[in-house]
């Protein structure tokens, strides 16, 4: 591991890690012997070449495991987020998805460091849950202004680099909530819900350029948020959930990671729902 290293940026502080690839080399002393004529050869496909990856709001979560399997996989990864520790491996912008100019001057610091952007997963999110009638304009207007235009801003400055490359992935991290309903979350709902049609609309304007736009939307997740819930409240929530369970933050980063692979590239506009059959697909 290169020792992080800091400098200031635009609108905030961003931290830098980097991680030195592995490598294998002969054993000292033996020689390669090259193959007999007539010999079969297979040969391991080749590795797919590192991209510049962002997963906003990595610090914790969801986002943080989404975020390490990248790295896992030997991809540049990027975040923009607010506040607390990153993973191993990650650049990191502090700044704020509500301010468009700290939108742009994040990207820009990270395509300076890191180079285009390839794929980006807008994680970052927030919820204010409130009774209807008694939720106030800001307490709804705020979870729209992360959720929804945050992840808006991000993906609108994210396209340009895409266009001029060809080629991009973009995944929307929503929610089970989104399309299945939750008392007290109509703002939390209405945010997450929005982002299907995002996808879809991103899907087809920019479907011909090699871009694709898709949605996971994760059910339960083993956090240390529904640990603290009492054991009577876990069990009423497992037993309308098929699986029984709750569902581990890596295995929506293992959803994620497979839609911004190569063998995800004729998949776009999609729902995948990860929450054990609670929505049935919705």
């Known amino acids: 591991m290169v020792p992080a290293r800091t400098r200031s940026g635009a609108r905030g502080t961003v931290v830098a890690a980097t991680c030195r690839p592995c490598g294998t080399s002969p054993a000292a002393g033996v020689a390669s012997q090259p193959p ?133 992935r973009i995944v929307l991290i929503s929610s089970v909530v989104g399309l299945y309903g939750g008392p007290g979350q109509v703002n939390y709902s209405a945010s997450k819900a929005a982002l299907v049609g995002m996808a879809r609309s991103i899907t087809r304007e920019l479907g011909g350029r090699g871009i694709t736009a898709n949605v996971v939307a994760p059910g339960f997740i083993e956090t240390a948020m529904t640990a603290e819930l009492p054991e009577e409240r876990q069990k009423q929530y497992k037993a309308n959930i098929p699986a029984g369970r709750f569902a581990q933050a890596d295995e929506v980063a293992g959803v994620v990671q497979f839609l911004a692979s190569p063998d995800a590239g004729y998949i776009s506009g999609a729902v995948i729902p990860v929450d054990g059959g609670l929505g049935m697909g919705h």
């Not at 001057?105 to 008694?134: H, K, S």
Request: proline share 4%; glycine share 10%; net charge negative.
């Open 36 to 168: 007999e004529r007539g010999d079969v050869v297979s040969e391991a496909p080749a590795s797919p070449a590192p991209r510049t990856v962002v997963v906003t709001g990595a610090n914790r979560g969801i986002g943080r495991s989404i975020a390490e399997r990248f790295v896992a996989n030997g991809d540049r990864v990027a975040t923009i987020y607010r506040s607390g520790d990153l993973p191993e491996g990650v650049f990191g912008v502090v700044g704020d998805i509500t301010d468009t100019d700290a939108v742009d001057a994040a990207f820009t610091a990270i395509e300076a460091e890191l180079g285009p952007v390839e794929v980006l997963v807008a994680n970052a999110g927030v919820t204010r849950d409130q009774l209807l009638m008694r939720m106030t304009d800001d307490e709804f207007e705020s979870v729209i202004d992360v959720n929804l235009t945050g992840t808006f801003r991000c993906v609108r400055r994210v396209s340009k680099g895409m266009i001029r490359l060809r080629r991009g």
